[in-house]
Structures are given as C-alpha cells and as structure tokens.
Nanobody, 124 residues
Framework: QVQLVESGGGLVQAGGSLSLSCAASGSIFRINAMSWYRQAPGKQRELVAVITSGGSTNYADSVKGRFTISRDDAKNTVYLQMNSLSPEDTAVYYC??????????????????WGGGALVTVSS
C-alpha cells in the first residue's frame, strides 16, 4: 500500500506565510504528478497546484504569484509554500499523488492517493 502524510498546517495572520509538506511511503516504484487541493467550509474541493514528474507546474488563478509547489523525488515528498495568505485561503489542504506501485504490470498506470488533510486557518 501507499500512505501520504501531510504536515505544516496551522494558524497564521493575514499576510503571513505557511509551508506544507506531504511525504509518501510504501511500495512506490515511481510517482507521476503531485498536487495540492483544498476544500473550504461549504465549498467543493478545488485544485490549487500541480507539478509533473518533469517539474512543470500549474496553479489556480487565485494563488498564482503567492504559492509555490515543489517536489523532492528522493524523499517522495511534495511541498507547498504559501505566501501573502488571506482569509480566503482558509481550508483543509490535501495532497494527491499519482503513484505507480512496485509490481505494476505493463502498461505502467498510476493510481491516485490522498493525504488525510492539513487545516490552514488565516485570520484577518
């Protein structure tokens, strides 16, 4: 199996910064895309940022220029640096990874795994 564990959430004042990390463990052969999603109270889960295995990134318009996604494949970890936070960024943040498990037969198709979520609260 594959497990994703997030860390780094918390409470911060508007204008402040927080960093999230998500580490994967288990029977991992390779990780394709890594992503961060968030879900605010009463709203649907939305994609925040994604980074491909080649390092290409894409961001939601609402976080462009403020958030940075990065990955460390040696550690099977994805990061999200969040700057200039506003109360609208308050949400539970979930990491997602598309993982090819050891022993997967051809074609090598990955499966999506989710972290348990990290609460980020931004006070005004």
């Amino acid at each position: 199996q594959v497990q994703l564990v997030e860390s780094g959430g918390g409470l911060v004042q508007a204008g402040g910064s927080l960093s999230l990390s998500c580490a994967a463990s288990g029977s991992i052969f390779r990780i394709n895309a890594m992503s961060w999603y968030r879900q605010a109270p009463g709203k649907q889960r939305e994609l925040v940022a994604v980074i491909t295995s080649g390092g290409s990134t894409n961001y939601a318009d609402s976080v462009k220029g403020r958030f940075t996604i990065s990955r460390d494949d040696a550690k099977n970890t994805v990061y999200l640096q969040m700057n200039s936070l506003s109360p609208e960024d308050t949400a539970v943040y979930y990491c997602n990874m598309n993982v090819i498990r050891i022993g997967t037969l051809l074609p090598l198709k990955g499966m999506d795994y989710w972290g348990g979520g990290a609460l980020v609260t931004v006070s005004s």
